[in-house]
């Protein structure tokens, strides 16, 4: 084990030791473990504030008292398990689910040596013949897969909530730290229902997983244009190549209301995330990214191994189990029971969830209509929305006599989405909106379905795009218009947003507007 260079990169930020080509706990902290998978007879452990004790004893086994925890974290344990949630809820915990925790840590060591000796003979569908599967550090700029099973990755976030992963060098290798004890310190620092919340989804999890363990995987992408012609990276396009482009633009469907992740369709679920992933999902944050992490806590694993995301990069999660039901948003997010995933599965065991992670400019203002970061966020969705097993297909798009011919295949994956870069991050929702639907075709993706959650700025994108659609514009001719308007805006020769500055085109005495609409989605794809 010890020569295996995949395990080598990520030894320092797991909790195990390795040593004579074994990976093991201390002896200390296996009889505590083994305490506490006796139940609290045994242990003692029956209230959060003995819970965070038995915490800050294996992490003095551990050697990471060095590396101190949030400083109200012990308030935090406390609060939520002795004052928040029921006597009956935290005796179900106390007697079941932690044990159950204890137990899956005592055999974390075994279960990553079984995974490393199985990972060398897996290859992911969709991913070219002889890349890597197995648990390593995903290096900005190094595009790779790692397959997890469910029961390791439920091993490793129960090593989260007993803070037992050191931090020291995370910071310094563009990490987030990953234990739990900033989500339970924000807790008891700054109280509100939707950090409870949070943290009642993570309790959920837990508790689910105990009762009948998932036996499925997930793998976790990087990808990464480039420019180097590696059949491993996704094509780096230029403007000039984006402004060349006739492919043809994929249906466009708007949906007023309803959630991306709700969508009933196999399609790449966009992530509006952070270039750290997961964003402030561990800590106070609870916006779109985070709220997903949260019902789908299988995500979080995706943060111990992966680094913050350049602007050419993008992070495909396939097979995440969503288990928890929520109402709210934000400062209004509640926790509102169990969610049961009917979501099919595939040859790898992966259910056929299929998130993309993509990090849009922040607080760009006026700088977003400059050519230069038009590209970069029309490119950063191509990242995410390409199938990076089809490289090649994408290198001969972007060369003038060959990109007219291509074609749809039948029954490929779509793109759902909605205002991605709009919220905090303060993009131009119009803008954002053209650009995902131009990356979402030139990436052959058969159709984009946009929820708009009633943003007032897209009123009219169903009408605009309808109109498009009706007069056949290809992707270089959409681009150029967005690249027009562009610079009208960056030389201030016009205030107007985008689709009022295409109004003299959609005009109500245009002909084509009274003709029927372009074709649309199935019924089983329509908003709901």
């Given at each position: 084990?010890?020569?295996?260079?995949?395990?080598?990169?990520?030894?320092?930020?797991?909790?195990?030791?390795?040593?004579?080509?074994?990976?093991?706990?201390?002896?200390?902290?296996?009889?505590?473990?083994?305490?506490?998978?006796?139940?609290?007879?045994?242990?003692?452990?029956?209230?959060?504030?003995?819970?965070?004790?038995?915490?800050?004893?294996?992490?003095?086994?551990?050697?990471?008292?060095?590396?101190?925890?949030?400083?109200?974290?012990?308030?935090?344990?406390?609060?939520?398990?002795?004052?928040?949630?029921?006597?009956?809820?935290?005796?179900?915990?106390?007697?079941?689910?932690?044990?159950?925790?204890?137990?899956?840590?005592?055999?974390?060591?075994?279960?990553?040596?079984?995974?490393?000796?199985?990972?060398?003979?897996?290859?992911?569908?969709?991913?070219?013949?002889?890349?890597?599967?197995?648990?390593?550090?995903?290096?900005?700029?190094?595009?790779?897969?790692?397959?997890?099973?469910?029961?390791?990755?439920?091993?490793?976030?129960?090593?989260?909530?007993?803070c037992l992963f050191p931090n020291t060098s995370r910071g310094a290798n563009h990490l987030q730290v990953i234990n739990f004890d900033h989500l339970f310190a924000t807790l008891y620092d700054n109280y509100n229902e939707k950090q409870e919340s949070k943290i009642k989804?993570?309790?959920?999890?837990?508790?689910?997983?105990?009762?009948?363990?998932?036996?499925?995987?997930?793998?976790?992408?990087?990808?990464?244009?480039?420019?180097?012609?590696?059949?491993?990276?996704?094509?780096?396009?230029?403007?000039?190549?984006?402004?060349?482009?006739?492919?043809?633009?994929?249906?466009?469907?708007?949906?007023?209301?309803?959630?991306?992740?709700?969508?009933?369709?196999?399609?790449?679920?966009?992530?509006?995330?952070?270039?750290?992933?997961?964003?402030?999902?561990?800590?106070?944050?609870?916006?779109?990214?985070?709220?997903?992490?949260?019902?789908?806590?299988?995500?979080?694993?995706?943060?111990?191994?992966?680094?913050?995301?350049?602007?050419?990069?993008?992070?495909?999660?396939?097979?995440?189990?969503?288990?928890?039901?929520?109402?709210?948003?934000?400062?209004?997010?509640?926790?509102?029971?169990?969610?049961?995933?009917?979501?099919?599965?595939?040859?790898?065991k992966r259910h056929k969830t299929r998130i993309i992670a993509i990090d849009a400019l922040v607080n760009p203002g006026e700088r977003q209509y400059r050519h230069e970061f038009l590209l970069r966020e029309i490119n950063k969705a191509f990242c995410g929305f390409c199938?990076?097993?089809?490289?090649?297909?994408?290198?001969?798009?972007?060369?003038?006599?060959?990109?007219?011919?291509?074609?749809?295949?039948?029954?490929?994956?779509?793109?759902?989405?909605?205002?991605?870069?709009?919220?905090?991050?303060?993009?131009?929702?119009?803008?954002?909106?053209?650009?995902?639907?131009?990356?979402?075709?030139?990436?052959?993706?058969?159709?984009?379905?946009?929820?708009?959650?009633?943003?007032?700025?897209?009123?009219?994108?169903?009408k605009v795009t309808k109109w498009i659609m009706l007069h056949k514009w290809n992707v270089g001719d959409l681009w150029n218009m967005v690249m027009e308007y562009s610079f009208q805006r960056s030389k201030r020769e016009t205030g107007i947003g985008f689709f009022n500055?295409?109004?003299?085109?959609?005009?109500?005495?245009?002909?084509?507007?009274?003709?029927?609409?372009?074709?649309?989605?199935?019924?089983?794809?329509?908003?709901?």
């Open positions: 084990m010890e020569n295996r260079e995949d395990l080598n990169s990520i030894l320092e930020f797991l909790p195990v030791v390795l040593r004579s080509s074994a990976l093991f706990w201390p002896s200390q902290v296996v009889e505590a473990l083994k305490a506490l998978s006796k139940g609290p007879q045994h242990s003692k452990v029956d209230s959060g504030e003995v819970l965070f004790l038995a915490i800050s004893d294996l992490r003095n086994s551990l050697n990471l008292s060095a590396d101190p925890l949030a400083f109200s974290t012990a308030d935090g344990f406390s609060l939520f398990f002795d004052d928040l949630i029921s006597r009956s809820e935290a005796n179900k915990w106390f007697e079941g689910t932690l044990p159950a925790l204890a137990d899956s840590l005592l055999r974390l060591p075994s279960m990553l040596e079984a995974h490393y000796t199985g990972a060398d003979s897996i290859t992911c569908v969709g991913a070219r013949a002889g890349l890597k599967t197995s648990l390593r550090l995903l290096k900005s700029q190094e595009p790779g897969i790692v397959l997890l099973s469910q029961e390791l990755i439920g091993a490793l976030l129960a090593s989260s909530f007993f989804c993570i309790i959920h999890y837990f508790e689910r997983i105990h009762s009948s363990m998932p036996r499925g995987n997930v793998s976790f992408e990087r990808k990464v244009l480039a420019d180097n012609h590696n059949l491993n990276y996704i094509p780096y396009p230029k403007v000039e190549s984006w402004s060349k482009s006739v492919v043809s633009l994929c249906l466009f469907e708007v949906c007023s209301s309803g959630l991306i992740e709700d969508t009933s369709k196999e399609a790449l679920e966009v992530d509006f995330a952070n270039k750290y992933l997961g964003g402030g999902a561990l800590t106070k944050g609870c916006v779109q990214e985070e709220i997903r992490f949260m019902i789908s806590p299988e995500l979080i694993a995706g943060m111990l191994f992966l680094p913050s995301m350049a602007d050419n990069e993008a992070i495909e999660v396939i097979g995440v189990e969503r288990f928890s039901k929520y109402t709210g948003y934000a400062s209004s997010f509640r926790f509102s029971g169990d969610f049961m995933d009917t979501k099919d599965i595939d040859m790898m199938d990076s097993s089809k490289s090649e297909k994408y290198e001969k798009l972007f060369k003038d006599d060959e990109n007219s011919d291509v074609k749809f295949e039948e029954d490929e994956i779509g793109i759902v989405s909605g205002n991605w870069g709009c919220g905090a991050f303060g993009g131009d929702p119009e803008i954002k909106a053209i650009l995902q639907w131009l990356a979402a075709s030139q990436a052959l993706r058969p159709f984009m379905v946009y929820y708009t959650f009633s943003m007032e700025a897209l009123e009219t994108l169903e500055w295409l109004l003299p085109l959609l005009s109500s005495h245009d002909p084509m507007m009274l003709d029927s609409p372009p074709q649309t989605l199935s019924k089983d794809l329509e908003c709901k």
